[in-house]
């Protein structure tokens, strides 16, 4: 299969909203975890919701026949909205301490 042009962007955005639900779904989680009551259970069931997610977007990529150029930018798009999420948030404020 070609892949035309205008297919490399429109993965890309789809590896980025990909990208941005699997991330805000794990801030979620984390988030959840000092919770006295049910914060590990959030966090397990939340960990399965990005497993699933990821597997869906595999498969769905597959039945469609999404050429590996496609997949790529799809992986690029993912990795640039983690990258630039870890720029964003990783930023602490002058009274934050680092965990170490």
């Known amino acids: 299969m070609t892949l035309s042009f205008l297919a490399l962007p429109l993965s890309a955005l789809g590896g980025a909203a990909l990208g941005a639900v699997y991330l805000g779904l ?18 397990v069931a939340l960990g399965l919701a990005r497993i699933a997610l990821m ?13 590996a150029g496609g997949l790529a930018a799809a992986v690029a798009g993912f990795i640039a909205v983690r ?4 720029r964003w948030i990783g930023r602490t404020t002058p009274g934050d301490t680092t965990w170490k």
């Open 83 to 86: 990258f630039a999420a870890t």
């Open 55 to 67: 597997l869906g977007a595999l498969a769905a990529a597959a039945a469609l026949g999404m050429a």
């Open 26 to 43: 794990l801030w979620v989680a984390v988030r959840s975890l000092p919770q006295d009551r049910g914060g590990a259970r959030v966090f």
